[in-house]
C-alpha cells in the first residue's frame, strides 16, 4: 500500500512502476469535485478518498 494522505498531489502518472501496489490512501488530497479513476494504474483494486470534496467519479477510458 502507499500513503500519499495530505500531500496535495496532483499528478499520479509514475505508479505503474509499482506493480505489487493494490492500495493507495489519497485521502485529504482536496480532490474534486471530479476523480478520473483512468488515472490509476489497473492493479490499484483499492482507494481511499476520503476527506475530498468528490461528486463525480469519472472511468473515462475513451469511450464516446
Known amino acids: 500500500s502507499l500513503n500519499l494522505s ?3 498531489i496532483a499528478n499520479l502518472s509514475g505508479l505503474e512502476v509499482l506493480p505489487n501496489l493494490a ?3 489519497l485521502s ?3 480532490y ?3 476523480f478520473d479513476f ?6 490499484i483494486t483499492a482507494i481511499d ?3 475530498n ?5 469519472s ?3 475513451g469511450n464516446a
Open 38 to 43: 483512468s488515472a490509476l494504474p489497473k492493479n
Open 23 to 25: 492500495e493507495i490512501n
Open 32 to 34: 474534486g469535485p471530479v
Open 49 to 51: 478518498l476520503s476527506g
Open 6 to 8: 495530505g500531500t496535495k
Open 53 to 57: 470534496k468528490i461528486y463525480d467519479f
Open 59 to 61: 472511468l473515462n477510458e
Open 28 to 30: 485529504n488530497n482536496e
